[in-house]
Every structure is written in C-alpha cells, then in structure tokens.
C-alpha cells in the first residue's frame, strides 16, 4: 500500500507563487496515475490537476490552466503542483492522489483513487 505525504503548502498572498510536494512511499512510475485534488470549506472536493502514468497526459481544471503545473520525478516518486498567480478562491486542502492503472489519460472522479495524502493547506490572502 503506497502512502502519500503532501508538502509545501502555506499562506501566501494573492498574486503569489507555491510549490506543492507529493512523496510516495514507494516507485511510482508506469504504474500509478496522479492527481492533486483541492476541498475549500463547505465545498465538495474537486479535481485540480493530472499526470498520467506515462508522463504524456496532463489534464488541469479550466479555473487553474495556464496557472498550475502538474509534473512528476520518478526518480524521486515525487509529483508536484506549481502554483503561479494565486487567488482568494485557491485557498483549500490540496490533497495528492494516485490510482492504479494500466490505462493512458487521468481520471477526474476522486473515487477512482486507491491512495490518498493527509492534504495540505494553501491560504491566498487578498
């Protein structure tokens, strides 16, 4: 069972860069596909970004693209979340996930996901 520890998260203010940490506790490559999902108070969690097991499929939801970047170390079966020009309605739990797969593409439904992370906190101040 692989275990997921998010980092990087914290307060930042509007206009604003992070940079978020996945660390999984075992390789990761060709097998899992991985995802940053985000909750924010009294919402439901919602799809962020995606890699693809194979590195060649991204997929962003339309309020972070060309803001966010999705990428993945296999070498250090770290994924991360670039953050640029963040805004008040950023701030939530961002949580790492990875699915089992034999499949190309990403999932955007958080019940395909076999694994997931603690979460970490981002806060855009205004």
């Known amino acids: 069972q692989v275990q997921l520890v998010e980092s990087g998260g914290g307060l930042v203010q509007a206009g604003g860069s992070l940079r978020l940490s996945c660390a999984a506790s075992e390789r990761t490559s060709s097998t899992y596909a991985m995802s940053w999902f985000r909750q924010a108070p009294g919402k439901e969690r919602e799809f962020v970004a995606g890699?693809?097991?194979?590195?060649?499929?991204?997929e962003y939801a339309d309020s972070v693209k060309g803001r966010f970047t999705i990428s993945r170390d296999d070498a250090k079966n770290t994924v991360y979340l670039q953050m640029n020009s963040l805004q008040p309605e950023d701030t939530a739990v961002y949580s790492c996930?990875?699915?089992?797969?034999?499949?190309?593409?990403?999932?955007?439904?958080?019940?395909?996901?076999?694994?997931w992370g603690q979460g970490t906190q981002v806060t855009v101040s205004s």
């Open positions: 890699i693809s097991r194979t590195v060649v499929i991204t």
């Open positions: 996930a990875a699915r089992i797969t034999r499949r190309a593409g990403v999932t955007l439904r958080p019940d395909a996901y076999d694994y």
